[in-house]
């Protein structure tokens, strides 16, 4: 069952590799990791086996004593939210983000919100022994319902005491099926938005699109914001922790720009400060906001250790380049539904039009290539393409992986926590470069894989 604790969460095929029995034993390992004490909240997303997979969870939870207050179905950020705002000792969302229906799983939150890192490994190591706290059938936890739009109307309030719209906008939002669509339409109305949504009805088994927000699943969103006179469009996964947008043409926009456009307003708001980017994004990140009083740190990938590196370096922004943004003046985590309102208050504001403000910032040519590699070796290997690379004379930065920068782009490889891969990502100044990169980066894979055959 190892397989199925990530670095981020828990998550597998439901009635395959998690069944009811195992959601309720991953319950108990939580609630023993909490020593069988204090308040946990709980939230799930739309998908079909969301509401089994709680309450088996909820009642391997409160077998161990921990009270459970039920918050029902909303987006994680919002879940997040009420964590800490209602001061609870942790919270767990149930959900396997931007994963096909069948996937199914569950994310642990720290007190305020933010996701677990090392703790992850201690409960799957508590569920591996199988040794959990079992109190007495009085002392088991209680099991409170709250008010799901309780906790919606208060996230929004605190989104609009700070967040409104100078002119109207019209705005398109592709739910994708998703959590979304419980607060986000609601939420840029009463900010003073016209709001168009696609996909709206939340549906567990995603029937509009795929719930991962791409420029393929966002085909239908491209060409409905120009067709309807939008200012941009947003797509959001299941559980709505990342968001992909469209400009006024109908184009998907790297979603480095997008955090670029907040972050610099951001700074200009603060006068400067740190943003956090992790490794994979782009080097447009330093070439401009650098320009306009940034400093730019770079992280491992995953949003739960951008939301540590926030906390250390007292960040004013962060973004990854899987469309994660993270505004700390708000919270510690992240929140694609706070960045969608925030870029609606810009583009009000400024009266400029996206596709302008995103054509103002470089692009440069990228990619990314899966490398397969056996589960057992992938780690050697990339110890063996970090000596590489240093005879080579590059200086790797191990962050994350490798990253190489060279005179024309850089190179980044990432062995998968997941999967038997390893991941490439590469961005150079031109086409040319890109392919020499790419081809450089093929054959020192290959060269190293080779050794451990």
Partial sequence: ????????????????????????KIGRAFGTYLRGAGRVVI????RVTSLMFEQAFVAGLCSTGVEVHLAGMLPIPVLNFAV????????AY??????????????????????????????KEIFLRGEFETPEWSGVGRCVELSTESVLADYQRYLLDRLSLERKLRVVLDIGNGAAGV???????????????????????????KSEP???????????VPAMGGAFGAGYDGDADRVVFVDDLGRVVQNEKIGIIVAREI??????????????????????????????????VGDVFVCEAIKEFNAVFAMETSAHYFYPDFHPFDDPILISLKLATILAERGQKLSEMADEIPSYPKLHRNFNCDDRIKFQVMERVVQRFREMGYQPDTTDGARVVTEHGWALLRPSNTSPIIRASIEADSRE??????????RVLGECMREFA
């Fill in 1 to 24: 069952m190892e397989h199925i604790f990530r670095a981020y969460d828990v998550r597998g095929i439901m009635n395959r590799e998690i069944t009811a029995d195992i959601a309720a």
């Fill in 43 to 46: 939230g799930r997303d739309p």
């Fill in 84 to 91: 800490g705002r209602y001061g609870y000792d942790a919270g």
């Fill in 94 to 123: 149930v959900t396997a983000s931007h994963n096909p229906p069948e996937y199914n799983g569950v994310r642990f939150r720290r007190g305020d919100g933010t996701g677990y890192t090392r703790e992850n490994q201690e409960v």
């Fill in 183 to 209: 607060v986000a339409p609601e939420l840029f109305r009463r900010a003073g938005a016209e709001v168009k949504t696609l996909n709206a009805q939340a549906d567990g088994t995603f029937p509009g699109r």
């Fill in 214 to 224: 791409t420029p393929e699943s966002l085909a239908d969103l491209a060409k409905a």
């Fill in 267 to 300: 700074l200009r708001e603060k006068g400067g400060g740190v943003v956090i980017a992790n490794v994979e994004c782009s080097k447009i990140v330093e070439e401009v906001l650098t320009r306009h009083g940034a400093e730019v740190k770079r992280v491992r």
């Fill in 433 to 442: 470069h890109l392919k020499e990169l790419e081809e450089m980066v093929e």
